[in-house]
């Protein structure tokens, strides 16, 4: 059975900092990319970062300099240090993988952690 276990979320004023965590369970993590994705009240999901299994990473065009995603494959984790904060990157955030391995701007995950809440208030 396949697991994501999202953790870190919270409520930050503008310019802060959280960093969000995301725990993988049920699949090979280290052949994986993996990909955040976020989704505000009214507005469509969208792709905020992924990672490749080899470490590439690409970043939607509203976090690029702000947002780092990482992993740790010997803990099976992957995560998202966000930093200056901003009231429209309020959203709940999810972790995101696929059974084909790849997570791109173009498929649809196939597994989804259950997200967290991060509000960001000005």
């Known amino acids: 059975q396949v697991q994501l276990v999202e953790s870190g979320g919270g409520l930050v004023q503008a310019g802060g900092s959280l960093r969000l965590s995301c725990v993988v369970s049920?699949?090979?993590?280290?052949?994986?990319?993996m990909g955040w994705y976020r989704q505000a009240p009214g507005k469509k999901r969208e792709l905020v970062a992924r990672i490749s299994s080899v470490g590439s990473t690409n970043y939607a065009d509203s976090v690029k300099g702000r947002f780092t995603i990482s992993r740790d494959n010997a803990k099976n984790t992957v995560y998202l240090q966000m930093n200056s904060l901003k009231p429209e990157d309020t959203a709940v955030y999810y972790c995101a993988a696929s059974r084909s391995g790849k997570v791109t701007l173009t498929n649809t995950p196939d597994y989804w952690g259950q997200g967290t809440q991060v509000t960001v208030s000005s």
């Open positions: 049920g699949i090979i993590f280290r052949f994986n990319d």
